[in-house]
C-alpha cells in the first residue's frame, strides 16, 4: 500500500495537509517500507480559507495511497479524504520513525482465517 506524507523538508512530517508543499510517498506493508518518490501540491488553504478545488487537485496527488499522513487534518479534509478511501492519520515527527510505526501497526493486523 502506498502512504503519502506531508513534509516540507522530506525528513520531517510537520505540515497541516492544507499547507503541505509536497507529499512523501512510501511503498508500505507488514514486512517494511521503501520511499518511492516525492509529489509537489499546491496547498490547500489560502490565507486560512478552504478551497475547494485546490482540495480536489491535492487529493487526486494521492489518489494511489490508502493513507496520508500529516501533523493536522481538518475535519473538512478528513471527510473528503474518506469518501475517497483515503484513511487521513494525524502524526508529527521525522517520516523514517512514523513509518516505522506504520509498518507495526499492519504487522498487528488480524489476518483473515481462510
Known sequence: M???LATSDGAF???HFGDTPYFLVAEVDSQGWRIIEKRENVPVCDHAERNHDRFDKSAAIISDCGAVICA???????VGLRALGIQPLE???????ILDGYV?????QKKPNL
Open 2 to 4: 502506498k502512504v503519502a
Open 13 to 15: 512530517v510537520s505540515k
Open 72 to 78: 493536522r487534518i481538518g475535519n473538512f479534509v478528513q
Open 91 to 97: 502524526k508529527a515527527g521525522f517520516c523514517d520513525e
Open 104 to 108: 507495526k501497526y499492519l504487522g498487528k
